[in-house]
């Protein structure tokens, strides 16, 4: 394999998505369910000491942005080098927009709880409304994931 732009991009794709995924499962199997046996106000505090503090905050926007980034460029510099396998490295493009504007209806949710701190039945509705679009998302950046190694494996 000869190493060209497209293919340096899709590899810092694949490991950024990789990331992203593995943290957004994180989110998903671990810590959103922990929610049911150590109370909402006890989780909202670990969240917003941890998740919406100053370095979890940048964590995951940059890790987010810059995962979608590398992506879409991966996606444009193979389509500008003519490659005849473009199919999987524009999924997992059209995929990370997708999942860009899913996190932009589940993270100000998760900011809300913030607002409603003192309320646990207010709570128990922002977590249970961020655990769908949560759901969404991390799927969508898991099959964001898997594409990238399908463009790692078909690069030539």
């Known amino acids: 394999m000869q190493v060209t732009l ?10 950024l998505d990789g990331l992203l995924a593995g943290a957004s499962l994180d989110q998903s199997l671990k810590q ?13 505090l670990y969240s917003r000491s941890a998740d919406l503090s100053p370095n979890g905050v940048v964590w995951y ?3 987010g942005i810059s995962a979608a980034l ?10 500008v080098a003519g490659s005849a396998h473009m ?4 999924l ?3 995929l990370s927009v997708l999942h860009s504007i899913v996190t932009s209806q589940a993270a100000p949710l998760n900011f809300h709880q913030r607002k409603v701190q ?4 207010a709570l128990a509705t922002v977590f249970d409304q ?15 994931f898997a594409a990238t190694l399908w463009a790692v494996f078909v690069l030539r």
Request: glycine share 4%; aromatic share 8%.
């Open 6 to 15: 497209p293919v340096i991009l899709t590899f810092v794709a694949a490991g």
């Open 32 to 44: 959103l369910p922990a929610r049911h046996r150590m109370g909402v106000s006890a989780f909202s």
């Open 61 to 63: 926007a940059g890790l």
């Open 70 to 79: 590398f992506t879409l460029a991966a996606s444009l510099a193979t389509a």
């Open 87 to 90: 199919v999987p490295i524009l």
């Open 92 to 94: 997992a493009a059209v």
């Open 118 to 121: 003192s309320d646990e039945a």
């Open 130 to 144: 961020f655990e769908r679009w949560q759901t969404v998302r991390v799927t969508l950046q898991v099959l964001t």
